[in-house]
């Protein structure tokens, strides 16, 4: 399997589930990327891993979780959300942090 | 503050009428401007990036260029498969990356 790859695509969940979403890159990459996408507004940055390391959190809260156990993994843990989270959760990836991103498919959430 | 703006917000096109996208941008050093194609439901797909002005770069219909103010993506005899959104994107000198909100393309055979 090539380039940036995201499960699941889909997913419904209550407000009170937890849920976790992955993201894994094919492409020898060091940086890695959660983005926000919602209806009619620019992609919104979550988080940054530079080699394992979080370098920047854009005032997520805190019912988002972030875990990178290293350069080719990344994931998104969901515990509490509301529905106002619900939108497109995008993965990316670059070589450096400097450079084109490159993204995944997406996964599609929605909260009820 | 930084930001990216991207005109027409919405674009209709006839197949075969070539048109023009707008990406204009204030950053404070600009590391890089990229251009994205983002079919619905799916994950932005890179189409080019452009480090400095007078740069031009070109893919099929597709064609970028850079000032130091804005970028171009123009789009030469489209065809219906072009439609999407495009979004522009900049990186500038502290590496942050900044979005534009899209131009929905559609192109009408």
């Known amino acids: 399997e090539t380039g940036v790859t995201q499960t699941p695509r889909h997913l419904v969940m209550g407000m009170t589930n937890k849920k976790s979403l992955k993201c894994e890159q094919h492409?020898?990459?060091?940086?890695m990327y959660w983005y926000k996408q919602s209806a009619k507004k620019p992609l919104e940055l979550m988080f940054v891993y530079n080699f394992k390391e979080q370098t920047e959190n854009n005032s997520v809260p805190s019912r988002f979780s972030p875990e990178c156990p290293n350069s080719s993994h990344l994931f998104l843990h969901l515990h509490t959300l509301q529905p106002e989270d619900s939108a497109l959760y995008l993965c990316a990836s670059s070589r450096a942090l400097e450079g084109t991103q490159y993204f995944g498919p997406g996964t599609r959430l929605l909260v009820l | 503050e930084d930001q990216v703006t991207q005109s027409p917000e919405a674009l209709r096109l006839q197949e075969g009428e070539s048109s023009s996208l707008n990406c204009s941008y204030t950053?404070?050093?600009?590391?890089?401007l990229f251009w994205y194609r983002q079919d619905p439901g799916k994950g932005p797909e890179f189409l080019f990036t452009?480090?400095?002005a007078g740069e031009e770069k070109e893919k099929e219909r597709l064609k970028a260029t850079l000032t130091k103010k804005e970028s171009f993506l123009h789009i030469t005899a489209p065809k219906p498969e072009d439609s999407a959104t495009y979004l522009c994107?900049?990186?500038?000198?502290?590496?942050?990356?900044?979005f534009g909100t899209g131009t929905s393309l559609t192109v009408i055979p």
């Open positions: 994107a900049v990186q500038e000198s502290g590496n942050q990356f900044y």
């Open positions: 950053v404070s050093g600009l590391r890089g």
């Open positions: 492409l020898g990459h060091n940086a």
């Open positions: 452009l480090y400095s």
